[in-house]
């Protein structure tokens, strides 16, 4: 790895999700991947109008900071509201899912070290 970088977000150099994880038009942004760090990961994900993730753990903590519109974050008997500006904590084994409000698009950083996703069978229920 050489020196200190700087990556700009831009919706549109984010990528369409393809991961079965989502549910709904989703773009990711790969903005520190395995190439630039080894021990941390960081995507942006943009979620258009009601588009969320079905519900999953990480076997590492997981952050998020919204970065733009409205979405949540929900676990099975917790549910935030995320703004411009909120971080979130998700602890490692945590059964959660997120997303944008039906109106808003949202977009998060999601920072985690590498680590397994698991996503549970069903659909989220935020």
Partial sequence: MTGIRRV???????APATDPIFVGTVSTQEVVNESLAVLLRVTAVTFEEGAVNRPHRHSTDQVLIATLGSGFLAADDEHLGLELGDVA??????????????????????????????????????
């Fill in 8 to 14: 700009r977000l831009d919706r549109t150099r984010g």
């Fill in 89 to 126: 904590f998700i602890p490692a084994g945590t059964r959660h899912w997120h997303g944008a409000n039906p109106n808003s698009t949202f977009t998060h950083l999601a920072i985690l070290t590498p680590g397994h996703t698991e996503i549970d069978d069903g659909d989220p229920t935020a």
